[in-house]
């Protein structure tokens, strides 16, 4: 557990000079009378309750998640557990509905004071109904059409289409090679396979984070490198992922701290960055607060543009990218150390 450097109390002059004039006769009588063991034992007791009340105030948990859907190098300490569920939805599309939950139930566990390694469930809701413009997308003269990540192509001239259940599991390592609270720029590597009947996937990332101001606000950016495959049309797709996800949060007040998120998205078709098919760019503000027992983070991202190429170019419509992305992504995080 990481602790804020607490400021020494400043004791004012006049003070200083009270504590310098001679003891009053009735109080070396006290003094003489109290056995020097008891004194030390007092004085002892409000020192430890005194460094007690300060560093409450003081500590935040090592290991909490400050941002939505950016990874800090903010890790649990060797020996400890924590668990956190996460709640997103992605919502809006061309026109129609499209709601996309997405959930996550994660058990992480300090392996070291600079490693964390962690295990996630992972399940989803789809509700879709006619949410796709693009003629590209929509067969048949059907227009608007039913489409978009998690929706069969067989779903296309349904009216609406819904299904939700168990996804798949993921597995996820972070290693801090340098530490953003005693170094100038921290520095750190993720890894996350997943399998799931949506997709499967690995993703790596390469962390970076500075903190200020007495590490009250965190300046954090990540580059990201995915490789999936999509499982759930009759065909699989393969395709490759280059995002960069960056922003800050501050300590506004104590346990509370607001900030900014932005991600640049870009798609490649196949694994080996054949053709950029999509990019995208989101921006929204995100929201954290931590109590002595569990914190939780609020973050929501809108999308500000996009542009599809082929073979992806149908996912696009009105400046916008859509297939797994929406108008607006919320998130909600709650995290229980242990």
């Known amino acids: 557990m990481m602790c804020r450097e607490v400021s020494s109390t400043k004791v004012s002059r006049t003070k ?15 003094v003489k009378k109290s056995p ?6 007092k004085l002892n007791q409000f020192l430890i309750a005194l460094s007690g009340a300060i560093l409450s105030a003081q500590i935040t948990h090592a290991g909490e998640g400050n941002f939505g859907w950016i990874y800090s190098l903010d890790l649990q300490p060797k020996g400890t557990w924590e668990i956190e569920q996460r709640l997103q939805l992605t919502r809006g599309q061309a026109s129609g509905t499209y709601d996309y939950w997405y959930g996550r139930t994660e058990l992480a566990y300090g392996l070291s004071n600079n490693i964390q390694i962690a295990g996630y469930l992972n399940s989803y809701s789809i509700n879709a109904a006619k949410n796709f413009t693009n003629p590209d997308a929509c067969d048949q003269g059907v227009n608007p059409c039913t489409a978009g990540y998690g929706v069969p192509g067989s779903a296309g001239l349904s009216d609406s289409y819904s299904k939700k259940g168990i996804d798949g599991v993921s597995l996820e390592g972070i290693w801090r090679i340098t530490n953003p609270v005693t170094e100038a720029v921290g520095v750190g590597l993720y890894l996350e396979p997943t399998i799931g009947k949506l997709k499967d996937a690995i993703e790596a990332r390469v962390i970076l984070q500075s903190n200020f101001i007495d590490d009250r606000l965190q ?7 995915e490789i999936e495959r999509l499982k759930f049309d ?50 929204g503000p ?53």
């Open 286 to 338: 995100n929201i954290h607060y931590a109590s002595k027992n569990w914190w939780l983070t609020a973050a929501m991202r809108t999308q500000i543009g996009g542009s599809c190429w082929e073979p992806g170019d149908a996912e696009c419509s009105d400046g916008k990218v859509w297939d797994g992305h929406g108008r607006n992504e919320y998130l909600v995080k709650v995290g229980v150390p242990f």
């Open 234 to 283: 009759d065909e699989p797709i393969k395709e490759t992922v280059f995002d960069f996800v960056g922003g800050f949060t501050y300590r506004v007040a104590p346990s509370w701290n607001l900030g900014l998120e932005y991600r640049f998205h870009n798609d490649f078709d196949g694994y080996h960055f054949n053709r950029q098919t999509q990019k995208a760019h989101f921006i």
């Open 36 to 41: 020097p063991k008891k004194i030390l034992s």
């Open 219 to 225: 300046v954090v950016g990540n580059f990201v490198y």
């Open 16 to 30: 200083l000079r009270e504590a310098k004039q001679p003891l009053l006769k009735e109080d070396l009588k006290a």
